[in-house]
């Protein structure tokens, strides 16, 4: 079943090379950030480049909902006029967030501290994920949560009162519930202290600090330690959000696989914390390089280039590696069916509370396309074919999640037989023009019949 309309089955085969110049849309995480702490902060914020997928568009609804103006000028401008930390109003409705784990655990932290009440819900995705990571944390500051059965949404956070600051430990690797408790801390007094066992993506702390928030992070033994004093004035910034590298990774990946291709992604936002796989695709000998490495808006930045690499070898990818390129194993195991060797990638647990159990989605989409996989809890191996060397032929199911959907159109792209996804349209979530941005490069896509 689609949450986003009628299923747009789609399939992709083999055709000539791709060429080009891949302008992919901008990096989601920090296109979230920048409407929500454009919301908390007072005045203006401009925003430029952000992410018109549906998942961003969903947190800016849920914004004006809590009281912040914003405001869409054009292709990727925007403007919010927020209300103060603390100053976000009682939604009148439900807040629907649609696909998004990021917009509804941010949101739930940015209003969990202030004396007002919310219920939220999503699409069938969103309503089987776990909640509960994220309220815990929240109860430590007063907040109560009033979910389905296993802190499932819809669920309703009654704000805390009087909040009090909080110390956390953060029990499994995850970007969003530090940013929640951060987000949370805003309106507590005194000092909220995160500690991160494993450093996951540091947007929410960079771009708190560039907000004006006083916001330190150190490295202890017992992990990354993040301190952020309370109730600060945030002030409005002017934010130039970086292309995705986690979109990028659809087009550099299908360029690795069909032969001949070379294309060029510029512009790409290259947070350590986010390039996990570029590192991994390198050291499985893949032709990528980098040039006109930059900072723009406090965030590294590159242009990427990536030609068809017709010798990669299988690797063991170390699990420490795993809160970096969290959202990429996917076209991973799709450049690990086209290596020479076994691909094996440990740690990789998180991957089954995603969009969907992404290892079990892959893991059956390529056998079904003829791949060797092996797989556990918290292991996923995938025995490589060598350059087009996957047979294809099949369809694949894409459970309602834009990265494997992507993920099997760009393995179709090199197959031997075309493969087929039953439902390409939450790629709109995150990469709304993957179709014609994926076309331009030479790729042969087609809507298809169900
Ligand atoms: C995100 C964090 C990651 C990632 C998601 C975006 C964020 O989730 O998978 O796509 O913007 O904070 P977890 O933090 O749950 O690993």
Known sequence: MSGHGDPIPMTARKGG??????EVPGDKSISHRALLFGAMAVGETRITGLLEG???LDTAKAMRAFGAEVSHLGHGEWVVNGVGVGGFAEPQDVIDCGNSGTGVRLIMG???TSPISATFTGDASLRGRPMGRVTDPLALFGARSYG??????PM?????????????VVPVPSAQVKSAVLLAGLNAPGQTVVIEKEATRDHTERMLAGFGAEITTHDSPEG???????????KPQTIAVPRDPSSAAFPVCAALIVPGSDVLVPGIGLNPTRAGLFTTLQEMGAELTFENLREEGGEPVADLRARFSDNMQGIEVPPERAPSMIDEYPILSVVAAFANGKTVMRGVKELRVKESDRIDAMARGLEACGATIEEDEDTFIVRGMGAGGLPGGATAQARLDHRIAMSFLCAGMASQQPISVDDAGPIATSFPIFEPLMESLGAHL?????
């Open 148 to 153: 389905r059965q296993g802190g499932r949404l």
């Open 17 to 22: 090379p791709l060429s080009g110049v891949a």
């Open 224 to 234: 990354r330690v993040i301190t952020l004093t309370g109730q600060p004035e945030l």
């Open 54 to 56: 549906q998942d961003v």
């Open 156 to 168: 309703t956070i009654v704000g805390a009162e009087n909040p009090v600051p909080v110390r956390y």
């Open 446 to 450: 087609a809507r298809t019949k169900s």
């Open 110 to 112: 940015c209003m969990a």
